[in-house]
């Protein structure tokens, strides 16, 4: 069993910033790319940013710029900073990771429970 623990969630002003922490514990062998996606009500499940093991990150352009995803692989741990928030930021934030449990066992995607970012005007 794998389970994601997502934290920093909360409420700030418009220009504000906050910091999402994203924990995997479990049986893990591997952990491959790990990322964040926010899903606004009604709406798709989207990306927000992705790193794989190596490093290499990706953004949705939506927030190029103002947020930054890293990733602690010895803590099995991803962060996203997020600073000059906006109102239409506020959504709920998802962590995701791909993980393998064992040597030659196939990569199975793994979700967080979400947490609520709320951005005031």
């Known amino acids: 069993q794998v389970q994601l623990v997502e934290s920093g969630g909360g409420l700030v002003q418009a220009g504000g910033s906050l910091r999402l922490s994203c924990v995997a514990s479990?049986?893990?062998?591997?952990?491959?790319?790990m990322g964040w996606y926010r899903q606004a009500p009604g709406k798709q499940r989207e990306l927000v940013a992705s790193i794989t093991s190596g490093g290499e990150t990706k953004y949705a352009d939506f927030v190029k710029g103002r947020f930054t995803i890293s990733r602690d692989n010895g803590k099995n741990t991803v962060y996203l900073q997020m600073n000059s928030l906006k109102p239409e930021d506020t959504v709920v934030y998802y962590c995701n990771a791909q993980i393998r449990s064992s040597w030659g066992s196939p990569n199975v995607d793994y979700w967080g429970q979400g947490t609520q970012v709320t951005v005031s005007t």
């Open positions: 479990g049986i893990i062998f591997r952990i491959n790319t």
